[in-house]
């Protein structure tokens, strides 16, 4: 893979994506009904069925493809969420993206950089909350290169707290790099490096980047390559929905993800799909041209969710709570909690300051209040690290995850933390529909095996253990 941008080629094929976009309009039933059967069969859709589900408007049909999800989704995840927080390390960036707070042209934003003492307060008050896994998110500044990154990230895997232990797996979203770049913070072991294309449209991606080294579109199409070329197994893939057509988005992005497959033989590990929030000093953010509905929002989850179903899905506090409840069911498999999204947010008594924010949440619950909602309608909150910390990740988790061993692995050890959870972390209240959750465990595991084992390891955690895993 070449460093330089003059030789990278742009495989976004957008007059095929018209094209099947066009072809796709006005569906009859009985092909969407053909394509949700094939979804169910759990093997992915092609671009060309993606965009038969995508142009069904009747509300019937819908439903069908909302329920293929659900299922798609039990059968495959169960009822097991895997929990992160987003720790935002600086909001100084050179970029002028027209949708985001920290646009180089916003000068009401206060800028911040965390110093590594910062970075340490805040992992302490993250980890004292019971959070086990982090995304670190950066503003693109050529004063922040990849050796500054690796050294934060260190920073957050050496820091321990006196109550609580430590962050286990640490996802990073920052601006691409070389590949070079790449080898650099994938020493610091990184899990999953996340970069989101923004839009797969050429010509809108220059209009609403108007400024700094983001403005290269191919750069930042090449960099998944790029990240696995330089060691990272896990990337993350998005599109930022609203800034234009979501049906060529989706599909845009499910190119990207296929072309990734077949270069390096591996596909993305996660998906997000963000939709454009309103952001301090951005006209855009607050008049999106594409204009996403709820119902519009979940079945791109839905059809996220049977076109790449071994793909996890994430989802963000930028959704309401009711919202995120209903797209727990139809396929996202992560989620953000608790999150702030400033730099020094979590250990900032005066929280919450609109004036350093990157953009206004939907979802205020602390991570507790998450939980307990999560418990009482029958959800495992994860923060299971044992894929990243037993070298299953890329090529090798996903050829695990197609033969069930999400079931095998993922559950009990969904159970697991989440019992470590319950007893280090949680109210009274919260504890109380978590144990009760528990106590109903055995049922949600397939494996006999398992359950033994399983139930081993809890009494264990009971007397005091910590991070077990299978
Ligand atoms: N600076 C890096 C970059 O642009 O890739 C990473 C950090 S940036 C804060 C992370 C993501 O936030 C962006 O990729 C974008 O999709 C999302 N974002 C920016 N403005 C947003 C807004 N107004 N609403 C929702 N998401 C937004
Ligand atoms: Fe900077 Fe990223 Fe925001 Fe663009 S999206 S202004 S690059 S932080």
Known sequence: MKNDSESLIDFIDAEAIWNHIKKAENPAPSKVREVI???LEQKGLGLEEAAVLLACEEKELDEEIFAAARSVKESIYGNRMVLFAPMYITNECSNCCSYCGFSITNKDLERRTLELDEIKKEVIALADQGHKRLLMVYGEHPRFGP????????????TQSEKSGEIRRVNINCAPMSVEGFRTIAEAGIGTYQCFQETYHRKTYETVHLKGAKRNYLWRLHAMHRAMEGGIDDVGMGALFGLFDHRFELLGLLSHARQLEKD???????ISFPRIEPALGSELASNPPDVITDHRFKKIVAILRLAVPYTGLILT???????RRELMDLGVSQMSAGSRTYPGAYSDPEYDRPEVQQFCIGDNRSLDEVIKEMADSGFYPSWCTACYRSGRTGDHFMTLAKKGFIHEYCIPNALLTFSEYLQDYASEETRKSGEALLAQGEKLMKSKRRNKEVEELLKRIKKGERDLYL
């Open 264 to 270: 390096c033989g591996v596909g993305p590990h996660t």
């Open 37 to 39: 059967a094939k979804a």
């Open 147 to 158: 050796a500054w990154i690796k050294e934060t990230v260190e920073m957050v895997y050496a």
């Open 317 to 323: 506090t930028r959704e309401t709570k009711e919202l």
